[in-house]
């Protein structure tokens, strides 16, 4: 999944994907494990899905919620 895929969920969406990749990892951690994994480009696959979405996750953090302006007419 590209970035400006990710970029286009909402913050529950994101944890959603996530947690199943992360999830996908831990199988194919185990696949690798029992020499039963046929494609080991998956690993580095998820392992960067995770990153991405990591990143997009706490690019938001940092820019914190929009604060509207206030006009003071003091």
């Known amino acids: 999944m590209k970035a400006a ?3 286009e ?3 529950e969406q994101l944890e959603v994907e996530l947690n199943q990749a992360q999830l996908g990892l ?3 951690r185990v696949k690798a494990q029992t020499d039963t994994l046929n494609a080991p480009s998956e690993l580095r696959r998820n392992r960067r899905l ?3 979405v990591r ?3 706490r690019e938001r953090e940092l820019a914190g919620p ?3 302006e206030a006009s ?3």
């Open 9 to 11: 969920m909402s913050d």
């Open 26 to 28: 831990f199988h194919l």
């Open 55 to 57: 990143t997009i996750l």
């Open 50 to 52: 995770i990153a991405r």
């Open 66 to 68: 929009a604060k509207p």
């Open 72 to 74: 003071s007419a003091e």
């Open 5 to 7: 895929e990710l970029r």
